[in-house]
């Protein structure tokens, strides 16, 4: 393995998940506890719209950035352990992208006093925010093939990621049914934490590298 090509694509693919996180995490917070101090519904889902694409955009980078580290990697178990993490990125894009559109939609229907489709498209949201969830599983079973890897540089920082990966699905059934919100927001900014903290071994695992 190339050490120089190996170090630019961790590097990448820290960048993105950080990005990824934290923004992530600040539209949960955002939507959990500041949105109910907008007073227009139309602001509140206009915020929606816009911190939702942004959303998109940082998963796009985190899969581009291990889409970096994939073209570096020889062993083929770690190969397809990183693809399933690409997969995981893939959904929250899409999930992120599908808000943004019903959250328009809905605007729409406010405007036009459609009460029935505001409710529609509330269940439908909810629905489509259980993907996040199942791109979180998705997370775990990438991240316990490469805790087993006898050839990923770095398996330290797995253990991390494999736990918070755990918490970052309790957090998000938490405050996506408005279940102890408070509890939730707490589990999730401890995932998140841990979930960096993981990447930063990754990104420094180039030293191990002989």
Do not use: H
Not at 24 to 40: G, K, N, P, R
Not at 44 to 72: D, E, P, Q, Y
């Amino acid at each position: 393995m190339d050490i120089m090509s190996y170090k630019s694509a961790v590097i990448k693919a820290y960048n993105g998940v950080l990005a990824a996180i934290l923004i992530t995490v600040f539209t949960s917070v955002f939507e959990a506890f500041l949105l109910s101090y907008l007073q227009s519904d139309d602001v509140k889902l206009w915020f929606l719209v816009v911190f939702s694409i942004i959303t998109a955009a940082a998963w796009i980078f985190f899969m581009l950035g291990l889409g970096a580290v994939n073209r570096v990697l020889e062993n083929s178990g770690d190969i397809g352990a990183i693809k399933k993490l690409q997969v995981a990125c893939c959904i929250n894009v899409i999930v992120y992208l599908l808000l943004a559109i019903i959250y328009c939609m809905t605007i729409n229907a406010i405007n036009s006093y459609n009460i029935d489709s505001v409710n529609l498209y509330g269940t439908v949201e909810i629905f489509v925010k259980v993907f996040v969830v199942v791109a979180y599983i998705l997370n775990v079973v990438g991240y316990v093939t490469l805790k087993k890897s006898i050839t990923f540089p770095e398996t330290g920082g797995i253990n991390k990621l494999l736990f918070s990966s755990i918490l970052l699905i309790v957090g998000t059934l938490m405050l996506l049914f408005r279940y102890i919100n408070i509890v939730g927001f707490i589990i999730l900014i401890i995932a998140s934490a841990l979930y960096i903290l993981g990447w930063l071994k990754i990104k420094n695992s180039w030293k191990n590298i002989e």
